[in-house]
């Protein structure tokens, strides 16, 4: 599953979901939380199962039942299930959803036993006004995976850190080879592939107060060409099957593509593929900045075991075997403080230069988030660049439109 994360909307109207401000009793005897999410889905359930299977065993009085669901489906059903007042104990959200969901008093606030256990940055992104009210679950990284057998057919040196869009142009140019089926490479055109692109080519998506888009500007021209230029080229095109999920992952896996921008979470989907492969940390034009995502869990503030949600919470964000099973998995990475537990992800085995996870970390481009209309922007934005790389408009007329449009949803 790509965790181009979903964002919820119409969370406006559970406002009434709130907590009428008492404390939750204390649990007592046995109880059965529940817990929805979209992060084990396509891959991962048998890694969440042995978290849930740990936690019971610690804590026996609890039982987890969990709901799965595919990354499409899963915001429509939380939506769904807020409206009518049935949300899970325990589920998955995301940065750019946190704000409106405290804003509406969805989520619980959340007494943490050990804050110390999380890396500072990415609890605190669920903070607000000094309370917690989600914990983050994992974080994970876009990377630039390439295949070595193809570079070394073609007597190339492998990407590096330190290469560069033209770096990156170059050799996909050379190992394209349209007539054998080969493609030199593959990025989405899309939002999240957008900002970051704009992100490294010193650009600005949103002004300082988001009330309105920046992307309108030289820098973020070139940044859309960098993205639309490569369909046709050295990406296959949208007749081709560009844009139908999972096509990249499944090119790649059948040593068709040679570089392919994605997250560190599919790691485990190309573990086995008969050819060599890494990864690089992904090129930049004026400045390295590569995409970080953060899951994270919230309590329903409708919970009526918060004390035994939490402690679930708790426990699949920071507990040992949370991390063991991460690492061993390759299923992104555990958000916590300690170091010397994360250092053995270098360890794990393919793609050997796993220290470029950790290299990325170095430029960071988090998501353009707003008060309101966050899914519209994204939805625009992906739909004027898809308008660009079909060639139904230049790649000036894409941006100005989205401009028109987001700025209307965003600041009206």
């Known amino acids: 599953m790509k965790h181009l994360l979903p964002t919820v909307l119409g969370i406006t109207g559970v406002a009434a979901l709130t907590l009428s401000g008492c404390a939750a009793p204390a649990d007592s005897g046995p109880v059965t939380i529940t817990y929805s999410n979209f992060i084990s889905n396509d891959g991962?359930?048998?890694?969440?199962?042995?978290?849930?299977d740990a936690f019971e065993d610690a804590n026996p009085d609890i039982t987890v039942e969990v709901t799965t669901l595919p990354y499409g489906d899963y915001g429509t059903a939380v939506q769904t299930d807020l409206a009518a007042g049935s949300v899970s104990d325990v589920f998955d959200i995301e940065y750019a959803n946190y704000a409106q969901y405290q804003a509406n008093g969805v989520l619980a606030p959340i007494e943490l036993e050990n804050a110390g256990a999380y890396k500072p940055s990415l609890l605190e992104a669920y903070a607000t006004g000094g309370v917690q009210y989600a914990l983050p679950s994992s974080f994970s990284a876009v990377v630039l995976y390439y295949n070595a057998d193809?570079?070394?057919?073609?007597g190339l040196d492998y990407p590096t850190n330190d290469w560069t869009w033209e770096d990156e142009r170059a050799a996909a140019?050379?190992?394209?080879?349209?007539?054998?089926?080969?493609?030199?490479?593959?990025?989405?055109?899309?939002?999240?592939?957008?900002?970051?692109?704009?992100?490294?080519n010193g650009g600005e998506f949103l002004n300082a107060d988001g009330t309105a888009v920046a992307f309108n500007t030289p820098e973020g021209i070139e940044a859309a060409e960098w993205l639309v230029g490569k369909s046709g080229t050295v990406m296959p095109t949208i007749e081709q099957g560009q844009g139908t999920p999972d096509f990249d992952t499944n090119l790649f896996k059948d040593g068709k593509l040679a570089m392919l921008h994605t997250g560190i979470w599919v790691f485990t989907s190309v573990a086995d593929v008969p050819f060599t492969w890494d990864i690089a940390v992904?090129?930049?034009?004026?400045t390295q900045a590569s995409a970080v995502f953060s899951n994270a869990v919230g309590v329903s503030a409708t919970s009526e075991h918060v004390e035994a949600a939490t402690k679930w919470a708790e426990f699949l964000t920071s507990s040992d075997a949370m991390v063991d099973i991460r690492l061993d998995s390759g299923w992104e990475l555990p958000p916590i403080a300690d170091d010397a537990k994360l250092a053995t992800y270098l360890e794990k085995g393919a793609p050997a230069n796993r220290q470029a996870v950790f290299d990325s970390l170095d430029g960071i481009a988090l998501p353009p988030v707003v008060a309101k209309g966050q899914a519209e922007m994204q939805d625009i934005i992906t739909e004027e660049l898809i308008e660009a790389q079909a060639g139904r408009k230049t790649v000036e007329e894409a941006l100005a439109s989205a401009e028109e449009r987001i700025n209307a949803v965003i600041g009206g």
């Open 44 to 52: 991962n359930e048998e890694n969440l199962q042995a978290i849930i």
């Open 173 to 200: 140019e050379a190992l394209t080879d349209q007539a054998a089926g080969v493609w030199g490479d593959h990025q989405p055109v899309s939002f999240y592939e957008y900002y970051k692109a704009l992100a490294q």
């Open 150 to 154: 193809l570079f070394d057919a073609a």
């Open 282 to 286: 992904e090129p930049g034009n004026t």
